[in-house]
């Protein structure tokens, strides 16, 4: 599979390069002003490199073929081949582990909770997200295809794909509704009467049935495709929940429509079911709506009376979904692509990227892109956005298409709050919070602690732990980490109502684990026993597994930084949010306690963050996660500000991670380094991070894969069945990161700029929500000094302002406003009441 990929590649470049094409090339750029969007003159051979659009519940991938187009159908429900295991009473194991770790005994502690499950009879498994469906389109063409070229708009949400055949002119566009949750495709040419063809709904494509290791397996699913007059209906069954599938009805204006038997198909593994002919219309209208674990004949009949209702009429049923999801992609904006550059095919701006940096035009695309695929993949009442976002044509998807509550769920909301994206946003809080009994019932079987234990990975349908690893079990702080998000949004949204009747009953629960499972040490300092670094592990400590006869790495810890971090960042949040309500005054005392107790974070002799607070660990620096720095980034303690002594020991820590771990980075990794360096205000770093990410772990359409699928040596390495695995975190975390770069903010200081690129000379950002209660908008020109800032107060607000460096001169609209700040010459503070609004315009040295 290595070997076609790298051919693919090598044909693409010979392709892009003939002097044809880049004359071509050059005539398409010409003649493209920027949009917001990505343009391919490739189509697709691959549902990964397939355009996605979708409405938070259900996604479709557009391959852009011409003869025979297949449109992959997700719905974010869908999950098969999971069991679920009585969780065994654990908490009497606890103090065994606790003994032997305390006495060093590493290789005891580390498989006893996995060995006591095993033989308690536990044995669970997480299911897999799997397709939906594929719609397959085929058309009758007689002239070979020109002027090919598939676009997707990331303000309207649309897929479209244009070509010419001879003197005619076609177009197919497709989006998936927000309001009317239902796909439709239009097929249009510039004459009347020349659209011909047929349409059906099938399995999806069960060549990509494949495992771990690129074995073809049968999922078990049984299906079939029924014509009933317009309509075409998919049945099938095998998932989870019962029975799933869909129904597209199918318009052929001023045209016939017949039907026929199914076909073999050359890029299928089976026989198509059924199809709609049409022929000489002037347009090709399809309707496509799904249902997941539901019964057929209880689904069926209702989606084709829901999509009988609609007029087959693009333009309107387009309408009314580009003005809700144009609300939603506008409301914040970036523009860093502010040199003149136009609308440049993906396969010319990846081939730019792979031998010198990322580009201007490049970085602005992943930054809209990112901000697009969460509106796409998540919205209020539904899941939360999983390792693929919603769209996945795999059977056995990599890490089963989870939601990885120790990194990989937390990057995709980085950028929902300071986005503005409150309804994305909802679909993670009534998730967490539907499944809070689930999550009691983890923290008594498996610890015997009141409030909450959240497993480091699980599937949407179930809340309970199936997953008996050393390295995810002993990991307590997915709980705490995921509260920080309630917090957060109190902080960008002033919501007291939210405050009180979600935050603090969420914080409760996880403060209530905390408070039952942390111990004392003979100092009286907290301990946490057993702990873990996210998936990392000492450098120095080995076990023997008499299992597999070998030394094995210690997954067990004590006293991991990121858990003393979590902890005490939940205890804060929740301290500073009831005394704000006047509320849990008793808890409020203990909760100050268990603050005062945290062991103090500490520095190696290499002057780095130590991963671990306790002297029998020994940092390790090739690892992919960098939890240790959390106080930093994605928690606010520690800034320049308030500790410039271990913020300077986070930078020697993340250094490390680039310089020594480089090749043991990841996709999603570098984009947390992004994160991470925007914080400690360094933008070339932060740049560097993402142009790494550029060359070794972008698809054609954009997406972000794991590793470099060409095993270059710069990241970790692996394929998962066809491909290096694709998942959708670092998407969401580049946008997460340039949002960093451009402004930041903590509960009372807000960043202007602070860690903006060197070549990022000019540009702008607009209403970008921020933590201390304003909403901003800058734009800047780096040649000439000067940055010019709006503020407008959302609520009533009291902080401190941080300029990019030292100021020549400064004016506002309100001259009374900016005071001098405790904190320096770049900085000003001031206090704004709700509504007003301050005009800055600022001239740096």
């Given at each position: ?382 899941y939360p956005a999983n390792l693929q976002g919603i769209w996945n044509g795999d059977y056995s998807p990599p890490w089963h298409g989870h939601l990885g509550n120790n990194e990989n769920l937390q990057m995709n909301y980085w950028q929902a709050m300071p986005g503005n994206l409150n309804e994305s946003m909802m679909a993670f809080f009534d998730y967490f919070d539907a499944h809070i009994e689930g999550f009691r019932y983890n923290a008594r079987q498996l610890w015997g602690c009141r409030g909450i234990y959240i497993p480091p990975f699980m599937v949407p349908a179930n809340p309970i732990t199936v997953e008996n690893q050393a390295h995810t079990i002993n990991y307590t702080e997915a709980a ?366």
């Amino acid at each position: 599979m290595k070997k076609t990929t790298l051919l693919i590649f090598s044909f693409l470049i010979s392709f892009i390069s003939c002097e044809e094409v880049k004359q071509k090339d050059v005539q398409i750029e010409q003649n493209s002003p920027y949009r917001r969007g990505l343009t391919m003159i490739t189509p697709s051979s691959q549902w990964r490199e397939a355009f996605p659009s979708g409405n938070g519940t259900i996604g479709a991938m557009v391959y852009g073929s011409i003869g025979t187009e297949r449109i992959l159908f997700n719905h974010s429900a869908l999950w098969f081949g999971g069991t679920r295991s009585k969780l065994p009473d654990m908490s009497k194991e606890l103090p065994v582990v606790r003994k032997w770790m305390l006495a060093g005994e590493y290789g005891k502690a580390n498989m006893h909770y996995v060995n006591k499950m095993k033989e308690k009879g536990f044995n669970g498994k997480h299911a897999d997200y799997h397709p939906a469906f594929d719609m397959i389109l085929t058309m009758e063409r007689e002239q070979l295809f020109e002027d090919y070229s598939r676009t997707l708009n990331f303000e309207t949400g649309e897929v479209e794909v244009k070509w010419r055949g001879g003197d005619t002119s076609y177009a197919r566009r497709l989006f998936v509704s927000i309001p009317d949750d239902i796909s439709v495709l239009s097929l249009k040419a510039n004459k009347k009467g020349v659209i011909s063809g047929a349409v059906t709904l099938d399995i999806h494509d069960l060549t990509d049935a494949v495992n771990i290791r690129g074995k073809q397996f049968d999922p078990g699913f049984t299906f079939e495709t029924i014509i009933d007059g317009e309509f075409v209906e998919f049945r099938a069954d095998g998932t989870d929940g019962g029975e799933f599938g869909g129904v597209a009805r199918v318009i052929a204006k001023n045209g016939q429509t017949g039907q026929k038997g199914g076909q073999k198909m050359h890029f299928s593994s089976h026989r198509t079911g059924e199809q709609i002919t049409f022929s000489d219309a002037d347009e090709l209208i399809v309707l496509v709506g799904i249902y997941a674990n539901e019964q057929g004949a209880t689904a069926v009949p209702r989606i084709k009376d829901q999509l009988s209702g609609f007029d087959a009429n693009y333009e309107a049923l387009f309408t009314r979904h580009k003005d809700v999801h144009s609300e939603l992609f506008n409301r914040v904006t970036v523009n860093i692509n502010t040199n003149g550059e136009i609308d440049t095919p993906n396969e010319r701006l990846l081939l730019n990227a792979y031998q010198n940096s990322a580009s201007g035009v490049l970085v602005q695309k992943l930054v809209d892109y990112g901000r697009y695929l969460l509106i796409s993949s998540s919205k209020a009442g539904g899941y939360p956005a999983n390792l693929q976002g919603i769209w996945n044509g795999d059977y056995s998807p990599p890490w089963h298409g989870h939601l990885g509550n120790n990194e990989n769920l937390q990057m995709n909301y980085w950028q929902a709050m300071p986005g503005n994206l409150n309804e994305s946003m909802m679909a993670f809080f009534d998730y967490f919070d539907a499944h809070i009994e689930g999550f009691r019932y983890n923290a008594r079987q498996l610890w015997g602690c009141r409030g909450i234990y959240i497993p480091p990975f699980m599937v949407p349908a179930n809340p309970i732990t199936v997953e008996n690893q050393a390295h995810t079990i002993n990991y307590t702080e997915a709980a705490g980490w995921l509260a920080s998000f309630y917090y957060d949004y109190y902080l960008f949204t002033g919501d007291k109502e939210f405050l009180e009747n979600r935050t603090v009953p969420f914080l409760k629960e996880v403060a209530l684990f905390y408070e039952d499972f942390i111990i004392k040490d003979k100092n009286g300092k907290n301990m946490f026993v057993p702990s873990e670094s996210p998936e990392n592990q000492p450098k120095d400590k080995v076990w023997f597994n008499p299992e597999t006869g070998k030394n094995e790495s210690i997954r067990i810890q004590i006293n991991s930084t990121m858990a003393v971090a979590v902890s005490k960042e939940v205890f804060m949040n929740l301290i500073s949010a009831c005394e704000l309500l006047g509320i849990e005054a008793n808890g409020v005392k203990r909760w100050k306690k268990m603050v005062a107790d945290m062991p103090a974070y500490e520095i190696n002799e290499d002057g780095a963050m130590k991963e671990w607070l306790h002297p029998d660990f020994k940092d390790n620096y090739e690892h992919r996660h960098e939890s240790h720095v959390y106080p930093v980034f994605p928690g606010h303690e520690v800034t320049l500000e308030s500790n410039p002594e271990i913020y300077e020991a986070c930078r020697v820590a993340i250094e490390k991670r680039k310089t020594i771990g480089l090749k043991a980075q990841t996709g999603w990794s570098l984009a947390h380094m992004a994160n991470v360096y925007a914080r400690l205000g360094q933008g070339d770093k932060s740049k560097e991070a993402l142009d790494i990410l550029a060359r070794c772990c972008l698809g054609q359409n954009l997406f972000t894969y794991h590793n470099d699928w060409r095993y270059m040596g710069v990241t970790g390495s692996g394929f998962w069945g066809k491909s290096a695995p694709f998942q959708m975190d670092a998407n969401f975390g580049i946008t997460a990161a340039v949002y960093e770069m451009l402004c930041g903010s903590e509960v009372n200081m807000l960043h202007i700029l602070p860690a903006l690129p060197f070549d990022w000379k000019k540009g702008d950002f607009n209403d970008m929500l921020t933590r201390v209660g304003v909403r901003v908008s800058a734009s800047w020109h780096m040649d000439k000094k000067e940055i010019n800032l709006k503020l407008v107060a959302e609520r009533d607000a009291n902080f401190d302002l941080k300029f990019p460096g030292e100021l020549e001169s400064i004016k506002t609209n309100h001259g009374d406003k900016l005071q001098s700040s405790q904190y320096g010459e770049n900085y000003r503070s001031l206090i704004m009441s709700k509504g007003e609004v301050l005009l800055i315009d600022v001239i740096l040295k």
